[in-house]
């Protein structure tokens, strides 16, 4: 599952501040798990030592769509079910 940022300010990285679309995957998993005041605000580190169900799947092709070997093959979160 991946999050799309809609701006990113400096300082980049650790520190560095993000603005997530109303609409996309980090803003519905924010209200989903904290409510719709809540989630306004909300930063990573609210979900930071929490533990979470989630729906995992094995890549088996590359970007070109090419099949991966089965020692090139991994792992990816694909979707966070719910929170325990």
């Known amino acids: 599952m991946s999050f799309n940022a809609k701006t990113i300010k400096r300082p980049f990285g650790r520190n ?27 930063t990573p ?4 030592d929490k533990l979470f169900i989630v729906s995992v799947r094995t890549v088996e092709k590359d970007e070109k769509q090419r099949r991966l070997r089965k020692e090139e093959r991994y792992s990816v979160i694909d979707k966070i079910v719910d929170y325990a």
Request: charged share 30%.
């Open 45 to 48: 580190n609210a979900l930071k």
């Open 16 to 42: 560095g501040k993000f603005t997530a679309a109303r609409r996309g995957n980090y803003g519905k998993l924010m209200r989903r798990f904290f409510g719709t005041e809540e989630s306004t605000g909300a």
